[in-house]
T-cell receptor
Framework: SQQGEEDPQALSIQEGENATMNCSYKTSINNLQWYRQNSGRGLVHLILIRSNEREKHSGRLRVTLDTSKKSSSLLITASRAADTASYFCATGGSSNTGKLIFGQGTTLQVKP | DTAVSQTPKYLVTQMGNDKSIKCEQNLGHDTMYWYKQDSKKFLKIMFSYNNKELIINETVPNRFSPKSPDKAHLNLHINSLELGDSAVYFC????????????FGPGTRLLVL
């Protein structure tokens, strides 16, 4: 069954602006990850946040996790045209099988 | 030096045919996965293998059969293809079972006519 829902489904911004994407999930998790998918390509891992962490940074990416609300957000600061892609959150459960459950993704368009 | 590779990249075939998709990873990982992405971009896991042993087997029609000849390869064979099998199939790998970061291949776009 689908775990995550992402919001918004689509986002269009100007280069230099910040982009925020949200993800909600339903069950308890061990970690939450964000992946990027460029058009016609595979997914690329961006960042992982564990269930006992609240915030994590990687370059222009900032991820927050609120386990009480079962939600996460991905912030991309100072966006670039090359950031245009679909972004997916994925939750890893406690079963330790490596199973990831993906949200439906947010399509981000960054206009030059 | 592609980390996770899949062949073919595109596959167009008729209903009822049998086809295979191959996946290879050169990362030295123990665990490999197959995912299906539908036309709405929804990505769902199908199978995972750890060192040639089946770990995850989601509710997938038994027309789909994964085969892992060694830990660097995980192939997907599909019998009696149906229109609804049209999708993009992604292979992925992780360092170990429960390994958190997964590395994805470029995908195989399957179109069943």
């Amino acid at each position: 069954s689908q775990q995550g829902e992402e919001d918004p489904q689509a986002l269009s911004i100007q280069e230099g602006e910040n982009a925020t994407m949200n993800c909600s999930y339903k069950t308890s998790i061990n970690n939450l990850q964000w992946y990027r998918q460029n058009s016609g390509r595979g997914l690329v891992h961006l960042i992982l946040i564990r269930s006992n962490e609240r915030e994590k940074h990687s370059g222009r990416l900032r991820v927050t996790l609120d386990t009480s609300k079962k939600s996460s957000s991905l912030l991309i600061t100072a966006s670039r045209a090359a950031d245009t892609a679909s972004y997916f959150c994925a939750t890893g459960g406690s079963s330790n099988t490596g199973k990831l459950i993906f949200g439906q993704g947010t399509t981000l368009q960054v206009k030059p | 030096d592609t980390a996770v590779s899949q062949t073919p990249k595109y596959l167009v075939t008729q209903m009822g045919n049998d086809k295979s998709i191959k996946c290879e990873q050169n990362l030295g990982h123990d665990t490999m996965y197959w995912y299906k992405q539908d036309s709405k971009k929804f990505l769902k896991i199908m199978f995972s293998y750890n060192n040639k042993e089946l770990i995850i087997n989601e509710t997938v029609p038994n027309r789909f059969s994964p085969k892992s000849p060694d830990k660097a390869h995980l192939n997907l064979h599909i019998n009696s293809l149906e229109l609804g099998d049209s999708a993009v199939y992604f292979c992925a790998s992780s360092q170990a079972v429960g390994g958190e970061t997964q590395y994805f291949g470029p995908g195989t776009r399957l179109l069943v006519l």
